[in-house]
């Protein structure tokens, strides 16, 4: 069973305008969520997390909201630049007291940001 | 400082064959956690060490094993290797009292 999901496996958006990438989990004991990004050939690279008892996480031009009841999350890119063209990979984890670890990672959405 | 390393690169093995991956954790890190990623999926979780102990697993079988040495590197060891097992192999480091986990640039294994 596929515990986070990601359910647009590509998104492409013009250059200077949002990327918005979607993430959608069952398991309600993760409270910490993290987005990785992935160029071909390389290691995912952490972007950033957020907590279960935030909603809203921003880091430059990347934004991550929660919405806990809905068990969504969306990671927010403004302005978009080419140079996010990757992969993106959304990941929870359990809380400490019981975490190993364990990271549950979403099978991944290309984005492909156009000059 | 410097980041996760692993070695080798590429390696291609026979089915019945063993592998040995090699990985180094970022400097500060004394906790490395190994994943597998087939293509066209997310990376899934096979073991976790933590003070030289397996602190964790993940749904993969015996033949996957590890090892970490007191200066935090780790490997992963597959035994009786199978066609299912031509994947990129990650390893991530990260501190014991944080989430966030970093990743070395992976091993791509071939079994043919």
């Known amino acids: 069973d596929q515990q986070v999901k990601q359910n647009s496996p590509s998104l492409s958006v013009q250059e200077g305008r949002i990327s918005i990438l979607n993430c959608d989990y069952t398991?309600?004991?993760?409270?910490?969520f993290l987005w990785y990004k992935k160029y071909p050939a390389e290691g995912p690279t952490f972007l950033i997390s957020?907590?279960?008892?935030?909603d809203k996480n921003e880091d430059g031009r990347f934004t991550v909201f929660l919405n806990k009841s809905a068990k969504h999350l969306s990671l927010h890119i403004v302005p978009s630049q080419p140079g996010d063209s990757a992969v993106y990979f959304c990941a929870a984890s359990e809380p400490s007291t019981s975490n190993t670890g364990k990271l549950i990672f979403g099978q991944g959405t290309t984005l492909q940001v156009k000059p | 400082e410097t980041g996760v390393t692993q070695s080798p690169t590429h390696l291609i093995k026979t089915r019945g064959q063993q592998v040995t991956l090699r990985c180094s954790s970022q400097?500060?890190?004394?906790?490395v956690s190994w994943y597998q990623q087939a293509l066209g999926q997310g990376p899934q979780f096979i073991f976790q060490y933590y003070r030289e102990e397996e602190n964790g697993r993940g749904n993969f079988p015996p033949r996957f094993s590890g090892l970490q040495f007191p200066n935090y590197s780790s490997e992963l060891n597959v035994n009786a290797l199978e066609l299912d097992d031509s994947a990129l192999y990650l390893c991530?480091?990260?501190?014991?009292?944080?989430?966030?986990?970093?990743f070395g640039p992976g091993t791509r294994l071939t079994v043919t």
């Open positions: 991530a480091s990260s501190r014991p009292d944080r989430y966030e986990q970093y």
């Open positions: 400097s500060g890190h004394n906790t």
């Open positions: 957020i907590s279960s008892i935030k």
């Open positions: 398991n309600s004991m993760f409270d910490y």
